[in-house]
């Protein structure tokens, strides 16, 4: 059984898995039933200044499946934005918790002016959360701000709280950005004691009968398993660099995912949408999840593994773009449905008796073919002489 146990921001965490900020967070009693179910920390669902926002309309959530109706890289589309609490109950609920869970409950504030961002800070810590998210990303309010303007209000509002409290304070970054390996860099420069990366992007669904934008009307949060890999991309790209350490947030389904995370350097790894959909019982099946595949690699710690795909990742120059395989056709289990005939743009698949085959020429090895097949029906097989090329522009 590996040793899950991962440092963050000075607190020791039984494992690295943080529940999000969320309704799954919002109050002492669901913080507990998270901490139940073996979560390594849990972030307390936002106190908003902006005081709408603590109703959320009814209904709020929608699942918007991938076009095969697979659950994979589903969307959980969803208009819920704010803990419904006042600041000062807000920091009751935190005390509360304190009074009833051993896990760290990191305290989520989203404010307007700097006074409530100070006496926001201020007042969760007297009430004895471990650390402050800053959430200067809610996917519901964002407005389009240029990247000078964004990084302004967000560091001026990390160093208000640093001013405020002394606890480790960790600004959650919106994906809406270009550069998010600048932005990660410059709150490092203004005090941040680590970043969340990310809060969820801003989308719109459409009702095609009546016209109208889906649930209350506008835009809402966009997220899901379908964004694990956007938030890999940057973890991976941003943390071999970053002076401090990155909570990824984003596309956990089950414990691979959490082992890639980390793969790509999260020090520490929030989950959201999995716990929504799930039930908090999701929690321990992440957590065997992550462990049984490092019993599988051999590794005894999260250290043991942490960033290692980052100097794997293969700049443009160096990709392989050698064709060395083709796709073959296992004539025994094809069932003639055509779909690759069908899909393949060069095509290569020909119609034989109760079967397809794919020679050699004219497939490209572009693979596709395999991804599809509903009955697993064609492998990719080594050519034996590969295709190179020379560069010289015609
Ligand atoms: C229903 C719902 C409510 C959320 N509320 C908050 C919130 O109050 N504050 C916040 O910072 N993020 C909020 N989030 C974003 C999550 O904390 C998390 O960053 C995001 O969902 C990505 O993780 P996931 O893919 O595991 O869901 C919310 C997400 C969902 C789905």
Known sequence: MPDLTTRFCGLT??????????????????????????????????????????????????????????????????????????????????ARAKAICTIPIIASLNCITPERWDEGARLVTQAGADAIELNVSCPHGVHVMSHADMMDEMTKALRTVKAASHLPAIPKMSPQLSQPGAVAQGLAAAGADAVTMFNRFTGLDIDLETEQPIMHGGYAGHGGPWSLHYVLRWISEVSPQLPIPIMSSGGVSDGGDIAKLILAGAQTVQTCTAIVMQGYPVIGKLLQGLSDWMDAKGYATCDDFRGKVCDRIKGNDDVDRVKRLVAEIDCGKCVSCGLCARVCIYDAPEAATGHYVIPEEPCDGCGLCVQLCPVQAITMRPLAVPRTFTLGEK
Not at 69 to 88: H, M, T
Request: charged letters at 25%; a neutral charge.
């Open 13 to 94: 965490l039984r494992n690295p898995l943080v529940a999000a900020a969320a309704g799954i967070t919002e109050t002492a009693e669901r913080l507990k039933r998270c901490e139940d179910h073996g979560i390594g920390a849990a972030v307390i669902k936002s106190y908003f200044q902006y005081e709408p926002a603590r109703h959320s309309p009814t209904p709020r959530f929608t699942v918007i499946r991938d076009s095969l109706g697979r659950d994979k890289s589903f969307c959980l589309y969803s208009f819920e934005q704010a803990n419904v609490y006042g600041l000062e109950r807000f920091a009751e609920e935190i």
